[in-house]
């Protein structure tokens, strides 16, 4: 028996050639396949412009949105107004495609005008009718019919009154300034709907909205939440917010004593001390040592025989202006001395 050993060198020699051979069976197939689908193309593009060209398929139906525009909240509609137009339309070519795949023309916007509201009714003829839905779907298509064709629907006058806006505005200050105010405008607003129903609101509320990293004053506008069966004249308020940078200011100021009986002095160690308070820069020139008076009291002077009892008195503070963020005082407890008279 004979055995007959091959090297790995000979073995991959004898494959390639075999790759070789597979990948010139597949390119012709390749070729051949791309040819179909182009002529398939073609054929669907020849057949699809033939179909649109033929009279048969040249019917389609539109539903058309409608808006109503410049009626208040004062009035209302006695019924629901249609918020649709279905339109039967004859159409060729590509018209008749794009109709296929968007069935909805330009949406078609009513305004009320004075007169309707004087008259007490709404009007859209049946020739304003065409007139605006030929303008909607475009001059290129021929317009079979129109439902509904015209519009009429009465008036009615709701009840009112004004109550005012709670505002849900949020804010986040960034260190070393201050928020001074936060504004409506309006802080009222008008709203409208039936009596029952009026008598049930208090106030109307806005969004919420967070205002992150506040170091300056700014204006937004923020959205106004309408209840249930209410209508509001606006739908947003402008609101305010004052922000201000802070700065610091330094006072020496007396210690008072309070609450200290006849014929007896109380002497505090130091007798002064230091208020620093931290307020808006722009009143850093309004305020002076007098306007700030610290304190201690004698009541808290300790009588008993404890000797752990404090030798020293807190100092606190009487009065403090509006506009003061924060203050310290230091030293923020004193000594002090009792003199008989």
């Known amino acids: 028996m004979r055995l007959k050993l091959s090297s790995d060198k000979e073995k991959e020699t004898r494959t390639k050639p075999t790759k ?4 010139r069976i597949r390119r012709p197939r390749t070729r051949r396949s791309i ?52 339109v ?16 909805h023309g330009d949406t078609i916007k009513h305004f009320v ?6 008259n007490r009714r709404f009007e859209v003829s049946e020739s304003l009718m065409m007139q605006r839905v030929q303008q909607s779907i475009g001059t290129n298509s021929i317009i ?28 986040d200050v960034r260190s070393g ?58 739908d947003s308020v402008l609101a305010k917010v004052e922000v201000e940078e802070l700065t610091q ?11 200290l009986p006849g014929g007896v002095h109380l002497r505090p160690l130091p007798a002064t001390v230091e208020v620093q308070i931290v307020i808006p820069s722009t009143v850093y020139n309004r305020y002076k040592a007098e306007d700030f008076m610290p304190f201690v009291d004698y009541n808290d002077v300790s009588h008993s025989a404890d000797t752990t009892a404090s030798p020293l008195l807190d100092v606190e503070m009487e009065k403090v202006p509006d506009l003061v963020d924060r203050y ?3 030293p923020a407890r004193v000594q002090y001395i009792i003199e008989m008279n």
């Open 177 to 234: 300034f201050l928020l001074r105010s936060i504004l409506m405008d309006p802080s009222v607003v008008e709203i409208f709907g039936t009596h029952a129903v009026l008598d049930t609101i208090k106030q109307i509320e806005t969004e919420k909205i967070t205002l992150k990293d506040l170091h300056q004053s700014q204006e937004v506008r923020i959205a106004l939440i309408a209840p249930d069966g209410v209508t509001l004249k606006q």
């Open 20 to 23: 070789a051979r597979s990948k």
């Open 113 to 118: 005008t004075k007169d309707d509201i004087h």
């Open 249 to 259: 200011q330094s006072f020496e100021v007396p210690l008072k004593v309070i609450n």
């Open 88 to 103: 039967q339309l004859e159409a060729s070519g590509f018209n008749l495609l794009r109709y296929s795949f968007f069935p």
């Open 35 to 86: 040819t179909f689908l182009v002529a398939l193309a073609i054929s669907s593009l020849l057949w699809l412009v033939t179909a649109l060209n033929n009279p048969s398929n040249r019917m389609v139906e539109l539903a058309i949105p409608v808006k109503y525009e410049n009626l208040t909240g004062e009035y209302a509609f006695e019924k629901e107004p249609p918020h649709e137009i279905h």
């Open 144 to 171: 079979r019919w129109i439902s509904p064709s015209n519009i009429s629907i009465p008036f009615y006058r709701r009840s009112s009154k004004k109550v005012p806006i709670r505002q849900h505005l949020y804010t």
């Open 328 to 330: 310290k005082i230091t």
